[in-house]
C-alpha cells in the first residue's frame, strides 16, 4: 500500500454534470498530481500541485480543475461533463526534488 | 510532444521463464520509471532510475536506464504467477514533475 487514498472509487454521472474527486496524500510528500487513464491506455498527466499552486498542467481542458489543501490533499474537479471523460482518474503524490510518484488506487468515473 | 513505444504489447509466457520489455523515447528523460498496475488498481512503483547507464535490481526485477538517455528496459526473472498484470514505463525530466506513460506491456504466466 502506498498511503495514498483516493474517493470514490466507482461513480456514475450524466453528460453535462460536474464530478469531484479527492486524493489523501501519503504522509511527508509535498506535490499532488493527477492523471487520466483511458481502458487500454497509460496514464496522462492532467496537471500538478506543489504549495496549494498548479505547477504545471497537461493537454486538458480549464473544465478539469484542481485544488491542494494545507493537509496536502486535493480535489479533482471537471464540469460539463463529456462521454470521453469516462476513465480512471489517478492521483500520486511525491516529494519535490526526489522523482518517485505513488499512485492512489483511482476513481472510475462512468459519464452515461 | 514526447512520446514513449513499449515492446512487446502483450507477452505470454511459461512459468520460470525470463522476460525481458523495453522502452524508447523520441527525447531523453533524466529519470526513467517502471510501474506495474493490477486490475482494479493503481500503478505501483517497481523501480526508479535516475543516471544514464544505471542498472537498478529489485529482488527479480532488474531495470536499466540506456546510455543515450532514450529508452530503459525491465528483465523479470524466473516469472511466478503473481507478476501477471501491466508493466508500465515512464519518463520524467524534472524529478518530481509529471510523468510520461509507455502504453503497457501485458504479462500472462502460465502454471
Known amino acids: 500500500e502506498t498511503g495514498v487514498t483516493q474517493s470514490p472509487t466507482h461513480l456514475i454521472k450524466t453528460r453535462g454534470q460536474q464530478v469531484t474527486l479527492r486524493c489523501s496524500s501519503q504522509?511527508?510528500?509535498?506535490?499532488v498530481s493527477w492523471y487520466q487513464q483511458a481502458l487500454g491506455q497509460g496514464p496522462q498527466f492532467i496537471f500538478q500541485?506543489?504549495?496549494?499552486?498548479?505547477?504545471g498542467r497537461g493537454n486538458f481542458p480549464p473544465r478539469f480543475s484542481g485544488l491542494q489543501f494545507p493537509n496536502y490533499s486535493s480535489e479533482l474537479n471537471v464540469n460539463a461533463l463529456e462521454l470521453d471523460d469516462s476513465a480512471l482518474y489517478l492521483c500520486?503524490?511525491?516529494?519535490?526534488?526526489?522523482?518517485?510518484?505513488?499512485f492512489g488506487e483511482g476513481s472510475r468515473l462512468t459519464v452515461l | 510532444g514526447q512520446q514513449l513505444n513499449q515492446s512487446p504489447q502483450s507477452m505470454f509466457i511459461q512459468e520460470g521463464e525470463d522476460v525481458s520489455m523495453n522502452c524508447t523515447s523520441s527525447?531523453?528523460?533524466?529519470?526513467w520509471l517502471w510501474y506495474k498496475q493490477e486490475p482494479g488498481e493503481g500503478p505501483v512503483l517497481l523501480i526508479a532510475?535516475?543516471?544514464?547507464?544505471e542498472l537498478t535490481s529489485n529482488g527479480r526485477l532488474t531495470a536499466q536506464f540506456g546510455i543515450t538517455r532514450k529508452d530503459s528496459f525491465l528483465n523479470i526473472s524466473a516469472s511466478i504467477p503473481s507478476d501477471v498484470g501491466i508493466y508500465f514505463c515512464?519518463?520524467?525530466?524534472?524529478?518530481?514533475?509529471?510523468?510520461?506513460f509507455g502504453q503497457g506491456t501485458e504479462l500472462s504466466v502460465k502454471p
Open positions: 500520486a503524490t511525491g516529494t519535490r526534488g526526489t522523482g518517485e510518484l505513488f
Open positions: 504522509s511527508g510528500h509535498n506535490t
Open positions: 500541485y506543489y504549495r496549494e499552486e498548479e505547477n
Open positions: 527525447s531523453i528523460f533524466n529519470t
Open positions: 532510475l535516475y543516471k544514464a547507464g
Open positions: 515512464a519518463g520524467q525530466n524534472n524529478q518530481g514533475g509529471k510523468l510520461i
